[in-house]
């Protein structure tokens, strides 16, 4: 095998040849790998951008679904079947945002309860025949402002956790 090599490439241009062959094939095949790698690292960017995009449109959902829910707890009309309907769907986008973080950014720290729990005291206080006001566990009464004041507070944190991840993909 050698003494084949050596009379296919005996002459120094021919040696000068291959070697400049085997540099080109080198260079070649490390230019792929990297061009393989940058486009990988594009796409798996472009594709958090797009989850966060779409756990922030989620967020926004939760915002007004719970704005809605109060609004008619509030209203003074009881509870109806719309009231409910309306609770069920800020819990599925409560549970849709639980979905975004544990499965895309484990780094956010989100507890579902802790926001499923207000909404379920809400609609909790208003069977019980407190559709004016909402009496904490405390045995306080809350006014309206007071608990909008609250879920702007809790989506303002949800959204602050968000656009830290927005900061850090950014293109």
Known sequence: MISWFNSIFAQPAQKAQLVAILMSAVVAVFVLLLNQWFTSRRVRKELYILKIEELYSVICEYELLSYDFVALLFSGKGVKESTKEIMNKTLASLQNIEMYTELHFPEISFDRKKYEGYVKELYQSSLDGRAFFYVSE???????????????????????????????YKH
């Open 138 to 168: 405390s045995g306080a009464f809350v006014s309206h402002t007071e608990v909008m004041e609250k879920i702007q507070n809790d989506t303002d944190e949800i959204k602050r956790m968000t656009k830290n991840l927005m900061s850090r």
